[in-house]
């Protein structure tokens, strides 16, 4: 079975400081990558994804992803953090080509942002 | 566009009854769903999948006796936690697959159910 690790439970930065999270995984074939963030009392939202193509993924409010075939990894970035950042985040991963779609995920990493 | 709702968002029901919760997708078809759980602190945890016309395919150490799961049409699935007990309280989130080929799964907002 996949299993996804976050490596950072919780970070804490100052604004405009830059992000990095962790996120690794272990399965060995086509892989489908997100990420999605969770902010206090909401659902999860997409914040991006990888299928396939250039390995460096940009999604919404700035985030970005790249995806590391070699080293199984899929770190998100954001090269200012904001106060409005701070949520818990998720790298979830599914196997390419699987039919059932299913993801999993990683244990989540808390970010909170100081302003 | 792609949004889930989830309904109740807060339920608490006495320990042996049963407790139905509800899953839709607003605006578009989902063939396929899925049912999370979530313990404070922690990842979620798939519980099943859901597909449309056909039965749900559940997860290893998931009883589906105890959480039926019924995917009656393309925009509703709903998960019964049947004879719930204190240690079936958590949060469960349900997701719907989206129509653009992707496979991307959106997310519903959770119920919390509390088993008193």
């Known amino acids: 079975a996949q299993s996804v690790s976050q490596h950072n439970h919780h970070v804490i930065l100052s604004e405009a400081a830059s992000l990095e999270l962790g996120c690794n995984y272990s399965?060995?074939?086509?892989?489908?990558l997100f990420w999605y963030v969770q902010y206090p009392g909401q659902h999860l939202q997409l914040l991006l994804k990888?299928?396939?193509?250039?390995?460096l993924v940009k999604g919404i409010k700035g985030f970005e992803a790249e995806f590391i075939k070699s080293k199984f990894s899929f770190n998100l970035r954001k090269p200012s953090v904001q106060w409005s950042d701070t949520a818990e985040y998720f790298c979830?991963?599914?196997?390419?080509?699987?039919?059932?779609?299913?993801?999993?995920f990683g244990r989540g990493t808390q970010l909170t942002v100081w302003p | 566009g792609a949004v889930v709702s989830q309904h109740p968002s807060r339920v608490i029901c006495k320990s042996g009854t049963s407790v139905k919760i509800e899953c839709r997708s607003l605006?578009?078809?989902?063939?396929?769903m899925f049912w999370y759980r979530q313990f404070p602190k922690q990842s979620l945890m798939l519980m099943a999948t859901?597909?449309?016309?056909?039965?749900?395919?559940?997860e290893q150490g998931v009883e589906k006796d105890k959480f039926l799961i019924n995917h009656a049409s393309l925009t509703l699935s709903t998960l019964t936690v049947t004879s719930a007990h204190p240690e079936d309280s958590s949060f469960y989130i349900c997701?719907?697959?989206?129509?653009?080929?992707?496979?991307?799964?959106?997310f519903g907002p959770g119920t919390r159910l509390t088993v008193l």
């Open positions: 997701s719907a697959v989206g129509e653009d080929g992707t496979d991307t799964q959106y």
């Open positions: 399965y060995g074939g086509t892989v489908n």
């Open positions: 990888y299928f396939s193509g250039d390995p």
């Open positions: 979830a991963v599914n196997e390419g080509g699987s039919t059932l779609g299913r993801l999993y």
């Open positions: 605006d578009f078809q989902a063939t396929t």
């Open positions: 859901s597909n449309e016309g056909s039965k749900a395919t559940y």
